[in-house]
C-alpha cells in the first residue's frame, strides 16, 4: 500500500517562501513520476509541478512557473516543491500525487487522473 505524507505547509505572507516535503513508502519511489497539484476553496484542483523518475524532467504550471522548484531525492523517498515570490493567489490545499500507470508524459502528467496515489495534502495559507 503506498502512503504519501506531506508537510511543510502554514502561514507565509506574500513573498516569502515554503518548501514542501512530500514522504513516499510502500512502492520503489525511484521508479515513478511525482507531482504537485493544490485545490483552494470553490476551485478545481489545478496542476502545480511533475518530476520524472530521475529528476531530469520537470514541468510546471503556467501560474508558479519561475517561482516553484520541484525536485526529489530518491535515496530519500521525497519530492520536495520550493515554493518562492509567494502570492495570496497561492492559498491552497497542496497534495503530491504519485503516476505509477503511464510514466512521464506531457501533457498528461499535468491532468491529475493520470496520477493513482495522493497524499492528504498541506495548507498553504499566503496573506496580504
Known amino acids: 500500500q503506498v502512503q504519501l505524507v506531506e508537510s511543510g505547509g502554514g502561514l507565509v505572507q506574500a513573498g516569502g517562501s515554503l518548501r514542501l516535503s512530500c514522504a513516499a513508502s510502500?512502492?520503489?519511489?525511484?521508479?515513478?513520476?511525482m507531482g504537485w497539484f493544490r485545490q483552494a476553496p470553490g476551485k478545481e484542483r489545478e496542476f502545480v509541478a511533475g518530476?520524472?523518475?530521475?529528476?531530469?524532467?520537470?514541468n510546471y504550471g503556467d501560474s508558479v512557473k519561475g517561482r516553484f522548484t520541484i525536485s526529489r531525492d530518491n535515496a530519500k523517498n521525497t519530492v520536495y516543491l520550493q515554493m518562492n515570490s509567494l502570492k495570496p493567489d497561492d492559498t491552497a490545499v497542496y497534495s503530491c500525487?504519485?503516476?505509477?500507470?503511464?510514466?512521464?508524459?506531457?501533457?498528461?502528467?499535468?491532468?491529475?487522473?493520470?496520477?493513482?496515489?495522493w497524499g492528504q495534502g498541506t495548507q498553504v495559507t499566503v496573506s496580504s
Open positions: 518530476i520524472n523518475w530521475s529528476g531530469d524532467s520537470t
Open positions: 500525487a504519485m503516476n505509477i500507470r503511464s510514466g512521464w508524459s506531457v501533457p498528461l502528467i499535468r491532468n491529475g487522473y493520470a496520477y493513482d496515489y
Open positions: 510502500g512502492r520503489t519511489f525511484s521508479m515513478y513520476t
